[in-house]
């Protein structure tokens, strides 16, 4: 686990002395295709794309850290942080903070960050903030996901910027997965408190958003597994044209498999 960005680091000096060993090359190793290649290959490799996305278990503390190690590999100028932890409407407020027209007390009592953002992602964004770099908080705002998944795409029909979306939840392999994950094996949907189509339209409607969120620009992207394993979900809705590659940080005990991402780290 990461250490706990409690106070403002001022300076990259200081940053550099608080993050310690947390910026060494966190242990594992990086296959691709089967093959075991080194950081510094994979960094490479991983520069030519326009969307880098970081697939994480959110409770994985050695993928946070993998996080953190690439993050400040490939940050720049031209490369962006995008987070799946922050909602699009709070980018103002985020963009505030980065700039330093916020406190950090202001943004984390607006941002609704994740519970465990101080331990686990705080250290990406005060590098970003140190350097100027940019972050994108790329999520769906959470409401309007209950809502698709509470009462289908009705629920946003007098959404103006819902018009502007382009959401595939079409019949694939990603939405097998995501139904076998609620438990419905065999088409056989079991009770639930909800319509698992609805649940799926709702995921769907993540993907889409986070996709739109990144149009246009490189980036980092840390996102949960499932929406970049198997290079689907976020990059099935990406605009046309965006190179993207894909990085999975598996845990202690999940089986590996070659086509789950295109570089896939083993603890």
Request: aromatic letters at 10%; charged letters at 25%.
């Amino acid at each position: 686990m990461l250490l706990p960005a409690i106070g403002i680091i001022g300076c990259m000096g200081g940053f550099m002395e608080y993050a310690g060993s947390l910026l060494e090359t966190p242990p594992g190793t990086i296959l691709r295709s089967d093959s075991a290649v080194t950081p510094e290959e994979m960094l490479s490799a991983l520069s030519e794309a326009d969307v880098v996305f970081l697939g994480e278990k959110h409770d994985d503390p050695l993928a946070h850290r993998w996080e953190l190690f690439i993050w400040t590999r490939l940050a720049g100028s031209d490369r962006a942080l995008a987070l799946e932890m922050f909602e699009t409407d709070v980018q103002e407020l985020l963009d505030g903070y980065l700039s330093g027209g916020v406190t950090r007390e202001e943004f984390l009592e607006g941002s609704r960050p994740w519970s465990n953002y101080a331990t686990d992602y705080s250290l990406m964004v005060e590098y970003a903030r140190l350097k100027g770099y940019r972050v994108i908080a790329a999520n769906v705002p959470r409401r309007f996901a209950s809502d698709v998944a509470r009462d289908g795409w009705d629920a946003l029909s007098d959404e103006e910027w819902f018009r502007e979306v382009t959401v595939d939840s079409s019949d694939s392999g990603y939405r097998e997965r995501f139904l076998e994950t609620m438990g419905i094996v065999g088409g056989q949907m079991h009770e639930m408190p909800m319509d698992p189509m609805n649940m799926y339209r709702a995921q769907s409607l993540k993907d889409a958003v986070m996709a739109r969120s990144v149009d246009g620009e490189r980036c980092v992207f840390v996102c949960g597994s499932f929406h970049s394993d198997y290079r689907s979900g976020i990059p099935d809705q990406l605009a046309g044209g965006t190179t993207f590659l894909t990085v999975r940080m598996l845990t202690d005990g999940e089986e590996y498999s070659p086509e789950l991402a295109d570089f896939v780290i083993v603890p």
